[in-house]
């Protein structure tokens, strides 16, 4: 029996939508009254506490996702790949997928570097502005990226140790780990492939239990984590770079038009229709700044809302999450140039066309997390003699564009699902799973 807990009943019966949407307002009015750069209700250090109290269930909510996105993710994987009975399925999805989500991220970047040359947001940066950034340099953390070779970064696909990429949250690998378990799995006899995937099916629905649980804080986690950011940065940091704040959102709006157009062309599913059916794992992207929080919501949603067939979803969602970073892309793109703009920094031809590269390879297989993209960024921006006290600049609106971009990154992923849907809908076989796995078992 189905238990009424689940997500789709979240999803169907108790608009969640509707309810992030509430909390999201809720959060955000509530921090400008309280925030020091508002309307200050309280003293700064009461407004300090408030936002600590205040954010953690969303904190909790957090943890619980986190608590569970390793087994979740390779589960899925595991049973996207070997849970068919088409043994040829990963290897039609993926010389498509692939290839679409290298395209998608390149046209992410190209959009980024169109606005951003266009817009030309440094010649709107205030001088006053330049001449405090060098005070916050101490804050800014340049080295958590490791800067490999395009060798090492080949041989790291393959992961060495699993114990090890799993304690760093290393989803790429753990990624490629599931990919190479579930290929070996189709190479096993029925019944040993049967019992393995009958205990992988046992672990994704114990994970998904847990998300269930998760979900039930999820406006509660909005409200919290929204009043909390607003509190803590109120609208001046918004209005110091406010060129560059919207020269970002446009970008992003661009690409979420560009979307919109890959699933009516492709995908053949109505731009209203779609953004319709996605709204919920929007609105939770755009709270969480986490692609990885949002991952099992995907699921679902493109499942039950987008009619996406299991075992699509199953590899694409986790998969997506990881390397399928678009509006990350966009975001390092605009970012760097913006701060060339700034510091006078002529680029040549050939070095733009080295940062589009290193954007695009930078922004696959980084974590799902928030405020992975300013660690990514200052990553890049050492390439390209642009100096680092820059992002201190742009530190301070960081969460709010983290936000944003993480809903095109999970858009991206759902558009990727009703792309590939179409594309190989009528060759997957729906009667390779026993049980169903993204169901919770009563």
């Given at each position: 029996m189905t238990s009424h807990f689940s997500i789709e009943h979240l999803l169907n019966r108790k608009r969640l939508w509707l309810q992030i949407i509430i909390a999201l307002v809720l959060g955000v009015s509530l921090g400008l009254l309280l925030s020091p750069k508002g309307a200050a209700l309280v003293s700064a250090p009461v407004a300090e506490q408030i936002a600590q109290w205040v954010a953690l269930p969303g904190k909790v909510f957090l943890a619980l996702i986190q608590m569970v996105v390793i087994p979740?993710?390779?589960?899925?994987?595991?049973?996207?790949?070997?849970?068919?009975?088409?043994?040829?399925?990963?290897?039609?999805?993926?010389?498509?997928?692939?290839?679409?989500?290298?395209?998608?991220?390149?046209?992410?970047?190209?959009?980024?570097?169109m606005v951003v040359t266009i817009m030309e947001p440094g010649n709107y940066v205030d001088n006053q502005l330049l001449t405090n950034i060098s005070t916050q340099t101490d804050n800014v953390q340049i080295?958590?990226?490791?800067?490999?070779?395009?060798?090492?970064?080949?041989?790291?696909?393959?992961?060495?140790?699993?114990?090890?990429?799993?304690?760093?949250?290393d989803m790429f690998a753990v990624v490629m780990y599931a990919c190479f378990i579930g290929i070996a799995l189709t190479t096993l006899s029925l019944k040993q492939k049967t019992l393995l995937l009958e205990i992988t099916q046992a672990a994704q629905s114990l994970s998904l239990r847990i998300v269930n649980w998760a979900m039930f804080l999820a406006p509660f986690a909005v409200f919290g984590l929204l009043c909390d950011i607003t509190i803590r940065i109120g609208i001046d940091a918004l209005i110091g770079v406010s060129a560059y704040v919207g020269t970002v959102l446009v970008g992003l709006l661009i690409l979420l038009l560009a979307?919109?157009?890959?699933?009516?062309?492709?995908?053949?599913?109505?731009?209203?229709?779609?953004?319709?059916?996605?709204?919920?794992?929007?609105?939770?992207?755009?709270?969480?700044?986490?692609?990885?929080?949002?991952?099992p919501l995907s699921m679902r949603t493109a499942e039950i809302e987008l009619g996406v067939k299991k075992p699509i979803s199953q590899f694409i969602i986790p998969l997506g999450a990881t390397i399928n970073m678009d509006g990350t892309a966009l975001y390092q793109v605009v970012a760097a140039i913006f701060l060339t703009q700034v510091f006078g920094v002529q680029l040549s031809d050939n070095q733009i066309i080295l940062l589009i590269l290193t954007t695009v390879g930078a922004s696959i297989g980084s974590p799902s997390t928030p405020g992975v993209g300013i660690v990514i960024l200052a990553s890049v921006l050492a390439n390209f003699g642009i100096p680092a006290a820059g992002i201190a600049l742009i530190l301070g609106v960081d969460r709010i564009l983290d936000m944003c971009r993480t809903v095109l990154?999970?858009?991206?992923?759902l558009t990727a699902c009703v792309v590939m849907n179409r594309l190989l809908g009528e060759d997957i076989d729906m009667h390779a799973h026993p049980v169903t796995p993204t169901s919770t078992q009563a």
């Open positions: 979740l993710v390779l589960s899925s994987i595991i049973l996207g790949v070997a849970g068919n009975k088409d043994t040829s399925f990963l290897k039609k999805v993926g010389i498509r997928i692939f290839p679409y989500f290298v395209l998608t991220t390149f046209v992410a970047v190209l959009i980024g570097l080295s958590q990226l490791e800067t490999k070779t395009l060798p090492d970064r080949v041989v790291s696909i393959i992961p060495e140790n699993i114990t090890r990429s799993t304690l760093d949250r979307y919109l157009v890959i699933a009516k062309v492709v995908g053949r599913i109505s731009p209203l229709k779609f953004l319709s059916a996605i709204r919920s794992a929007q609105l939770l992207a755009f709270s969480t700044s986490s692609s990885a929080a949002v991952m990154n999970v858009t991206g992923d």
